[in-house]
């Protein structure tokens, strides 16, 4: 059954944000909960909360029914985290989408740090570092076409697209089951009318471990070189 919950103020009510932050979840447990905190420990008044559930059967949805904190809910089965994330697009209010997984966390003010160094009329993609967890190491610095060709991504939790990237380019592509983030982000560096603009912080402490570790996408292996091809030129 699908339901949407806006437990925030009504999208005409909210230009004056500058993030939409979007977490697809599915089955994710407790993690949830950890994620939410880190998003308020942000300033208020600088983001909008979207959670796209893709229908879970476990103590996810309880969990954040448990929290006191508003945000958007949509909760429907889907095809995917990124079918989830598109539906997360069509509901954002704010100039910057930036997509944070279950069990990642923001860091602290983090927000607040870096919205005075966001562009407000570029075409503007905004990136900065992870702390990944699992490797206990930052990752991983500023990316050029070249370190793209190397078939190194940037970590999705550490990028800030502003919305009219997906104007431009559509939606993320959901014949890549795990790496259309991947997809998406050699297409932005192809093209020249996009600000490629690097901060050099942490911006979120990434957890690991998730769908590209344990699930391959063989349709993007098998288009990769393509994409570089038609892209990274």
């Known amino acids: 059954m699908q339901f949407v919950r806006r437990r925030f103020l009504k999208k005409y009510l909210l230009p004056r944000k500058l993030f939409s932050i979007i977490t697809p979840v599915y089955n994710c447990g407790s993690k949830i909960e950890a994620t939410i905190e880190s998003v308020w420990s942000q300033k208020p008044g ?15 949805l309880a969990s954040i029914k448990r929290s006191r904190y508003p945000f958007t809910l949509v909760s429907e089965k889907d095809s995917g985290v990124y079918d ?22 923001l860091e602290p003010g983090i927000l607040e740090k870096i919205a005075p160094l966001m562009p407000r009329q570029k075409l503007a993609f905004v990136y900065g570092n992870v702390l990944w967890e699992g490797h206990n190491k930052i990752y991983d610095g500023e990316f050029s076409k070249e370190k793209m060709k190397a078939g190194i991504n940037i970590c999705q939790q550490a990028i800030f697209y502003e919305r009219r990237i997906f104007d431009l380019l559509g939606r993320f592509e959901t014949r890549f089951s795990v790496l259309a983030d991947h997809a998406m982000n ?14 050099d912080t942490v911006i979120a402490r990434f957890e690991g471990g998730g769908l590209c570790v344990h699930q391959p996408d063989h349709t993007f292996a098998q288009e990769l070189p393509n994409l570089i091809k038609t892209y990274l030129k």
Do not use: P
């Open 186 to 199: 050699i297409r932005c560096f192809g093209r020249d009318e996009i600000s490629k603009i690097y901060i």
């Open 46 to 60: 600088h983001f909008e909360h979207i959670i796209v559930d893709g229908g879970s059967t476990d103590q996810t």
């Open 84 to 105: 989830a994330m598109n539906k997360g697009i069509d509901f954002a209010c704010c100039k910057y989408l930036y997509f944070l997984g279950a069990g990642d966390r």
